[in-house]
């Protein structure tokens, strides 16, 4: 009503003018019309101000309440009572949700429109202009004071403050309105948090709940949208390392100068104090990747690792900084500053936004002592990598507390962004800013992108801390609101309430994020659909007739292939297996039982005696070493079957050569790490003794089966020893000349003195092991008379060949001398002359050997055969989880064209499905 009347008014005065020429002309010349348009334009400009923020404000928590979420679906887990008690008070608590009072606002705004007439009607009252304007109407002045008194009393009791305070000017009252205004906005966000809190509430009581009714089953929860991102991120940045073409996705780069506050920043986002801290010197050493997104608990968790970190406590909050820290550390390699390898870590939390942030190590300009040399050109290089990504959002920090001209990022971020389409800048330290900046208008230049040849979609100004590193989260949060509620720049309008707080940086950058996303993620997925296509083409024209089977693929074949073969060994026949036992039980005791048990007992000088030696040779190898060397013979007979079988597969047709080279791997592994059971030795130990004990020979077979034994083994023994002075003597004439050979220095000597040797022991009557002192001096005399010149050690060396040749060539004659002894075996008596008790060694021995053969089969097929299937499961499990020894056993073009092709497969599959929980989430 009064603002009509107030307008009625001045249609009456218009007249008056229209008819009054010369008064308007000496009002023109005194310069009150210009004055008083300036007043209009100043009540329309409050008018203006009030009615678009207040009506923001109402849409704003209009818009709140009417997305309060439908919980209908509560029911499924909450019985029907209990439901509506809930939802009840639910609907209580909406209704006490206040948005802003429309009316009370226009009523004050109208008021100060009131007051701006009455300021005027003063002007007109004071000036003798004013009234020869307005024609000595008396009614209007009159009606003009009445209003004047309405006004000033309306005014005075709400916008100058409480009654009998001293009046305020325009400028104090415009202060008044920003502060009730932060105010205003403070306590909606309080009221946010507030109903944020007791959301996160409900959902852990909806959880329980759930969990009562299941019997403690607990569901498995959907994975979040932002984790789904987070994977293809993942996977992309494994497949394309390189940072090529292939990944264009969004994610937030923070970058900033060393010490600009940027971790500080990002710990802000992420509302926990979760990277390592020093000071001054650099900290991030390598990119760490951090997925923020909502949750009830506020817990971290690395994306290689299953701890979960509760972020509420101190100690796991120092227990994640050192884990940071001791990760950046191990990805530095070669004597190097910083790693490109990525740390990724994802943060949960109520009220957390959705969006992924890699934090880089920060810009430097000098390299300090320590450093490694070009670290400050690799880290450049390495911003400029994350940067080059055209739908990467940079969010640059700078530092506030020093100059602008001192910084390097700046001039970095507009070359890689110079339009500042997807830059977001952020002025940290605000608080110190304000403080030590004299001239206001450079903070303002800087926040509208006007200081900087550097653009960006928005200008922040934050506070991340107040020089306390203990401060909490919350602690700095309240101090940042506090001081920006009250900041000089704020009530000057210099600084806008949409560019301050870490709240609304962290609401802006979400925002630009998700916008990116989805506007990029559509080009991305057909990206890998039409790589897919292509790979798939490929395979089919180069491989048409084989499966696509990667590496995982191709080991788990392997292992399948591996383990059946193991299976086989159980099914190799017990002949072949004591056939093969004994070949290798005779090879590696052969030589002992020459040397160390039947030359020894062969140098006695009666029956009884050679019997005595023989017996306590033998008890002393069956006790110490025989099965040792017993169980060694078996292991190595089994991993000769192994190896026999797994080459067998080789040799057949159409054989795919491909995992050879891993069966290989694997057997050699199995080889070095398979241990016998130490319980056999013992039996072993006894069989091989009651064995050796038994001196009879039952019947005639048995008696001949001794004798071909001990020819045999002679035999071999012999053929060894010839071989070895043949090699003494030297090359044949008939080698010479064909082969063109010639003797060496040492086969000269070795050949004069064994034929020196050979004339000395045909004077023997019986040979002799070791030769006397005379002997030596004979032969080595009769070496120099040949101008030949050796040492007596020479000369034993040679004996020792010598005496062996002659001491088999002798015990083989014994062997045919007794072929026919048994029947005077039989009967008790022995022939003269003929000595056969070397025949019942033999027997002893081979009895041994057979008896050993048999056990060691079965110790083999019952027990070592399964004990080496479990091993080579736990060798091929540790195999499994390590990708660089799948990659160096199985290469090669298929190999790597078939990985490539499951990689491409699972990133368009994840894009895919993020694409569709991203279009559900729209509906």
Aim: hydrophobic fraction near 35%; aromatic fraction near 8%; proline fraction near 2%.
């Amino acid at each position: 009503m009064v603002y009509s009347k107030f307008l009625s008014k001045n249609h009456t005065r218009r007249l008056l003018m229209s008819k009054t020429v010369t008064y308007r002309q000496a009002v023109r010349s005194f310069g009150v019309l210009p004055f008083l348009g300036r007043i209009v334009k100043l009540r329309y400009l409050f008018l203006g101000s009030a009615v678009g923020g207040g009506v923001a404000i109402h849409n704003k928590y209009e818009n709140f309440r009417n997305n309060l979420p439908d919980l209908s679906w509560m029911k499924e887990y909450l019985p029907e009572d209990k439901y509506d008690q809930f939802y009840s008070k639910m609907r209580e608590t909406y209704n006490t949700i206040n948005a802003p009072q429309i009316g009370m606002i226009m009523n004050r705004f109208s008021d100060i429109r009131n007051m701006a007439a009455n300021y005027l009607e003063n002007l007109k009252s004071n000036t003798e202009e004013g009234l020869l304007f307005l024609g000595l109407n008396n009614s209007l002045v009159d009606d003009s004071v009445q209003m004047k008194d309405g006004v000033k009393n309306t005014f005075l009791s709400q916008a100058n403050g409480p009654v009998g305070s001293k009046p305020m000017n325009d400028k104090e009252r415009l202060a008044r309105l920003q502060d009730e205004l932060m105010n205003i906005q403070l306590k909606y966000q309080k009221e946010l948090e507030k109903y944020e809190k007791e959301n996160k509430e409900l959902k852990k009581q909806l959880l329980l709940q759930k969990e009562k009714l299941r019997g403690g089953k607990i569901r498995k929860i959907k994975k979040s949208l932002i984790d789904m991102y987070s994977e293809v991120l993942d996977e992309l940045s494994e497949y394309d390392s390189a940072y090529n073409i292939q990944d264009h996705l969004p994610r937030v780069v923070v970058i900033g100068d060393q010490s600009a506050g940027k971790t500080s920043v990002l710990e802000m986002i992420a509302q926990a104090r979760i990277f390592p801290r020093g000071a001054g010197e650099m900290m991030t050493k390598s990119p760490v990747k951090v997925t923020l997104s909502e949750g009830p608990y506020h817990v971290a968790q690395f994306k290689d690792s299953k701890r979960e970190f509760d972020l509420t406590k101190e100690s796991e909050l120092v227990a994640l900084r050192n884990e940071i820290e001791l990760r950046m550390k191990n990805s530095v390699k070669n004597n190097q500053t910083i790693s490109n390898e990525v740390i990724s870590l994802s943060v949960k939390g109520p009220g957390l936004q959705r969006m992924v942030l890699v934090d880089l190590p920060g810009i430097i300009s000098t390299e300090t002592q320590g450093m490694a040399q070009h670290t400050k050109d690799s880290i450049a290089r390495l911003a400029k990598v994350y940067m080059s990504n055209p739908n990467a959002i940079i969010l640059c920090i700078q530092d506030g507390s020093i100059d602008a001209e001192r910084s390097n990022v700046t001039d970095l971020v507009s070359k890689m962004d110079p339009n500042g389409k997807r830059t977001i800048f952020v002025m940290t330290k605000f608080d110190m800013a304000e403080s030590n900046q004299f001239n206001p208008d450079r903070i303002k230049k800087i926040l509208e992108g006007k200081l900087f040849p550097m653009k960006a979609l928005g200008y922040f100004a934050v506070i991340t801390g107040r020089g306390n590193v203990n401060d909490s989260i919350e602690s700095i949060r309240d101090y940042e609101e506090e001081f920006f509620s009250k900041s000089r720049l704020f009530r000057e309008g210099i600084l806008l309430p949409n560019q301050m707080t870490t709240r609304n940086l962290s609401m802006a950058v979400s925002e630009c994020f998700w916008k990116m996303v989805k506007e990029s993620i559509e080009q991305q997925a057909d990206t890998f659909k039409a790589s897919r296509f292509n790979l798939e083409t490929e395979w089919k024209n180069t491989f048409p007739k084989l499966r696509e089977l990667d590496r995982d693929e191709l080991f788990e074949k392997a292992r399948g292939e591996i383990l059946d073969e193991v299976i086989n060994l159980a099914q190799i026949k017990a002949k072949e297996w004591e056939d093969l036992l004994n070949k290798l039980l005779l090879d590696q005791s052969s030589n002992y039982i020459i040397k160390n048990i039947y030359m020894p007992a062969a140098q006695t000088d009666s029956l009884g005696s050679f019997n005595t030696t023989v017996d306590i040779k033998l008890r002393h190898w069956a006790e110490k070493q025989l099965p040792q060397k017993c169980v060694e013979v078996g292991t190595l007979a089994l991993m000769q079957e192994f190896e026999k079988l797994i080459t067998k597969e080789q040799t057949k047709k159409n054989h795919d050569n491909l995992l050879d080279g891993l069966k290989e791997a694997i057997r050699e592994a199995a080889s070095q790490c398979h241990k016998w059971d130490t319980k056999a030795m013992d039996s072993l130990r006894v069989i091989q003794s009651n064995a050796l004990e038994d001196r009879s020979v039952p019947d005639k077979q048995s008696w001949e089966s001794a004798i071909v034994f001990m020819e045999g083994m002679i035999r071999e023994k012999l053929k060894e020893i010839q071989d070895q002075i043949k090699e003494f003597k030297g090359p044949s004439l008939k080698e010479r000349w064909l082969k063109w050979k010639n003797f060496t220095p040492d086969q000269i000597l070795r050949s004069a003195t064994i034929n020196e040797l050979e004339k000395l022991q045909k004077s023997f009557d019986r040979l002799k092991q070791h030769l006397d002192r005379d002997e030596l001096t004979a032969v080595k005399k009769n070496l120099q008379a040949q101008k030949i010149d050796v040492d007596e050690e020479f000369i034993n060396e040679t004996w020792s060949y010598v005496y062996k040749q002659n001491f088999m060539l002798k015990k083989l004659s014994v062997c045919a001398d007794c072929r026919n002894f048994f029947f005077y075996y039989q009967k008790g008596f022995t022939e003269q002359g003929v000595e056969c008790q070397d025949v019942i060694l033999f027997w002893r021995l081979k009895k041994m050997l057979n008896i050993t053969a048999n056990a060691l089969r079965q110790q083999i097929v019952n027990i070592e055969v399964r004990r080496m299937e479990r091993e080579i499961k736990e060798i091929l499990d540790d195999y499994a989880q390590d990708q660089q020894f799948k990659k160096q056993l199985l290469t090669g073009k298929r190999v790597e064209l078939a990985e490539e092709l499951k990689r491409v497969r699972q990133i368009q599959e994840k894009l895919e499905e993020f694409i569709h929980a991203l279009n559900n989430e729209k509906n």
